[in-house]
């Protein structure tokens, strides 16, 4: 029988090599992350794959797995001890190797694997670790699943079952690119910058873009786990600066950059601006309602107020729909109302049927925003940004707050504006016009402007957003009244960036 885990131990000891160390924080929302070696060992990694194939079990899926590691110096070994404990619970494991998360949802299509695991930390700094997980293609865990996996795993109550199998499956990156590239037929030569922030999408993106036509000029696409410039997100703005440098100094059409597990996509126009992910989307979301009537979008309640205002869009009749921000969430929120796409402020896009398959794929994002100027070829990128109404929106800001706290706080937030709200007290020289909790709290006044805050579902930080189509200083000003409300909880601390 494999042990039960344990919460803490301390590392060079005898315990440590013979006791699963499993830290209950690192099961989240909709996929787990831990610090590697603090939070959890080899054993602990294991005991995660006897739970998920326990889990597999109870959910009576088939017990056939996808899984695929990313580049990091310790992932590799990651996944070989949860394939350990996949085997152990009687799981036929497909294993792709060296993957972008996307690549492992393929995987389910490719070689008929109801489940999948990709070991990856996304975005997160190093050190991190986590695993992308689902039993039923496209949409990965949500917070039921994470739930009962937590409670196997803490409990130690395996199913162990003979059966399992390995089998690693070769050259499987080029199956992935052949999908991606078969129907695309751009008939505009675009100059692209492919930035790859030295994540795994080096080995991947700027060749799937060569195939497509383009001219790649290539940033930071050399595999390198210590991330040496900055950490691969497109959200993050050294990255971002760094893709409109680039853009500018080679002349580019667009920018396009990837995260670390090359689910997400970034984007810099042609004279080298930032456009937000949620800008993109609405591009995006003008471009297919065009070629798709009736369309409906599904959109994180982190993103721009345009997919409700844009005349363009009000115009076709396109419905969109404000859902809880995480790409589990937004991925099942798709599927769910048969959305033709789905969009979130991080970059997580979704494509659904006749478009995609319906999970996020930064590198299916790149070729739709392609495509995108390959139908307006007498716009340049920043044609098309321009002719969004204007509106001046944050990046995403993340004041640091424990695991064990920050959901607590978010609840205080909340009721701290429903309170306002409902005793009509002045808050940005008025009364709060909306508030919307179905993912933390979206407060708007009578302009339009409005600020989010919720908690990260996979690091121990809030997250803060602020829009407003007013003037950039109403936007200003919804930040520091946010965060006046949000320093009033001392577990709040500083922020990763802001305005």
């Given amino acids: 029988m494999f042990p039960k885990p344990v919460?803490?131990?301390?590392?060079?000891?005898?315990?440590?090599?013979?006791?699963?160390?499993?830290?209950?924080?690192?099961?989240?929302e909709y996929d787990a992350r831990w610090l590697f070696e603090k939070e959890l060992n080899l054993m602990g990694v294991q005991a995660l794959g006897l739970g998920l194939g326990t889990l597999?079990?109870?959910?009576?899926?088939?017990?056939?797995?996808?899984?695929?590691?990313?580049?990091?110096?310790?992932?590799?070994?990651?996944?070989?001890?949860?394939?350990?404990?996949?085997?152990a619970a009687g799981v036929k494991v497909q294993d792709i190797g060296l993957a972008l998360s996307p690549m492992a949802y393929f995987a389910q299509f490719e070689l008929d694997c109801a489940a999948v695991a990709m070991v990856t930390a996304s975005h997160n700094d190093n050190g991190w670790t986590g695993v992308k997980m689902g039993a039923q293609r496209p949409v990965t865990f949500g917070p039921v699943e994470m739930t009962r996996l937590k409670?196997?795993?803490?409990?130690?109550?395996?199913?162990?079952?003979?059966?399992?199998?390995?089998?690693?499956?070769?050259?499987?990156?080029?199956?992935?690119?052949?999908?991606?590239?078969?129907?695309?037929?751009?008939?505009?030569k675009l100059k692209v910058v492919a930035a790859c922030g030295n994540g795994t999408a080096g080995a991947f993106a700027p060749q799937l873009l060569g195939r497509v036509g383009c001219e790649v000029v290539p940033l930071d696409v050399e595999l390198d786990y210590t991330f040496p410039r900055y950490n691969p997100n497109p959200e993050d703005m050294h990255m971002l600066h760094a893709m409109a440098d680039k853009v500018r100094e080679s002349g580019a059409d667009v920018g396009l950059g990837f995260d670390g597990d090359g689910d997400r996509c970034g984007v810099v126009d042609n004279k080298g601006e930032e456009i937000f992910a949620d800008k993109i989307g609405v591009m995006l979301a003008r471009d297919l309602s065009r070629v798709h009537p009736d369309a409906r979008f599904v959109v994180d309640v982190k993103s721009t107020g345009l997919f409700a205002t844009d005349p363009e869009l009000i115009g076709r009749g396109v419905k969109t729909d404000y859902w809880k921000t995480g790409h589990s969430y937004i991925k099942r929120r798709v599927n769910e109302l048969g959305a033709l796409a789905g969009f979130e402020k991080s970059g997580h896009f979704f494509f659904n049927k006749p478009i995609g398959r319906g999970y996020d794929d930064g590198l299916l994002t790149a070729l739709h925003v392609l495509?995108?100027?390959?139908?307006?070829?007498?716009?340049s990128m920043s044609d098309l940004y321009a002719a969004l109404p204007k509106?001046?929106?944050?990046?995403?800001?993340?004041?640091?707050?424990?695991?064990?706290?920050?959901?607590t706080v978010v609840d205080r937030v909340t009721e701290r504006f429903k309170k306002m709200q409902a005793d009509g007290v002045s808050f940005l020289g008025g009364p709060i016009r909306d508030l919307v909790t179905v993912?933390?709290?979206?407060?708007?006044?009578?302009?339009?402007?409005w600020g989010l805050v919720r908690a990260s579902s996979n690091k121990p930080e809030l997250v803060v957003v602020v829009e407003s189509p007013a003037s950039e200083a109403r936007?200003?000003?919804?930040?520091?009244?946010?965060?006046?409300v949000l320093r009033e909880n001392p577990e709040v601390g500083a922020y990763n960036q802001t305005i």
Wanted: a neutral charge.
């Fill in 391 to 407: 509106t001046w929106g944050s990046p995403t800001m993340a004041p640091h707050c424990a695991d064990e706290i920050k959901y």
């Fill in 56 to 87: 597999l079990h109870e959910m009576g899926a088939p017990l056939e797995l996808a899984t695929g590691h990313d580049y990091r110096s310790y992932s590799a070994s990651i996944k070989l001890a949860l394939v350990t404990g996949l085997m």
């Fill in 439 to 449: 993912n933390g709290v979206r407060v708007t006044v009578g302009d339009g402007t």
């Fill in 475 to 484: 936007m200003r000003e919804m930040f520091h009244a946010v965060d006046k």
């Fill in 7 to 28: 919460a803490e131990l301390k590392p060079n000891t005898f315990a440590y090599e013979t006791t699963p160390l499993v830290k209950a924080t690192g099961f989240r």
């Fill in 151 to 188: 409670e196997i795993v803490l409990s130690g109550k395996y199913r162990e079952a003979s059966g399992g199998s390995y089998h690693y499956v070769e050259n499987f990156g080029q199956r992935y690119l052949d999908d991606l590239a078969k129907n695309v037929k751009l008939t505009r």
């Fill in 371 to 379: 495509e995108m100027l390959d139908r307006n070829p007498t716009k």
